[in-house]
């Protein structure tokens, strides 16, 4: 299969979807542990970069604790990992996200039926009555937050006040991909559980399944190397333009703070009109320099410089997601990431 075929067909599932899980051996241990204990931690924040398995782990674990409800049965001590029977009655309801003890909180579509950037405070409150209620089913009541990075502020809050008093057999899955931007009085009431980017060859066993390839497709492994242990990043990439796109936006951000506008318009052009690949590969070209950046900053570095490009790092953010939920033309985007990143760096 060719990378250009791939590009046009292949369709990532969503985590509740993909009952695999590559890599993060330790972190799955950490929660089946702990679960079996019977004294699970009621909140964990599962952090890490985009795209490595932070959700599937989320929907794995959920989908071990509603199939297996009691901790000390003999089936989950004897468990060795958190995987469940995909034909399992329950393990089909979490899949087609109709179980009654699964509240997931994520972006929805607003009433124009385009994406939300944030979760709202409206969507955050139903963890209340999903909490409050007997009479749905019996057992645990489980809430993914995939991710806690889009909660606004008052959904934050309101997120905060149940976390403060959890209801008894109750389990938050926060997933983020910046813990450290969350707010400090919810990273207090969880157990944080970090993960890190998948090896290589992790990378290119969980694309090769994504996008059903042979694990020993080249243009699979030049995706991988490139994704820099982070599958949905591969899987992007797998389009031949997407990683020339990629390394396009990598030189041009090699140029900062001068840049050549006419760069920039065979950028903008590259992009085209409503490619959601082009324009992601775009995005998380821009979030890996930035993220780079930031790492690299220690106490003899310009902090005021690293605090410009964190400030601007969530500007570019929220501006992208606004393209791409519009559908607005990718040029001026292209030139206002690039201005406010010139402006960050001189």
Known sequence: MSARKVEQETTVRHPRETPDLFGHRDAETALLNAYRSGRIPH?????????IGKATLAYRMARFVLTHPNPLSPVVQRADTLAVDPTDPVARQVTNGAHGGLLVLERSLNDRGVMRTVITVDETRETISFFGSTAAVDGW???IVDTVDELNPNAANALLKILEEPPQRS??????HSPARALPTILSRCRKLPLRPLATEGVIRAAAQAANMMADDPALAEAAEAAEGSVSRAVTLLGGDALKLQQRTAALLATLPHVDPRELHALGDALGGSDRVALAAFVDGIDRWIGEKLRAGDANANLPRLARLAEVWEKIIRAARDTESYNLER??????????LAEATR
């Open 331 to 340: 040029k001026p985007l292209v030139f206002s990431v690039f201005g406010m």
């Open 171 to 176: 389990l938050f899955l926060l997933v983020s």
């Open 43 to 51: 909140a964990w924040l599962i952090g890490g970069a985009q795209g």
């Open 141 to 143: 009541r489980v809430c």
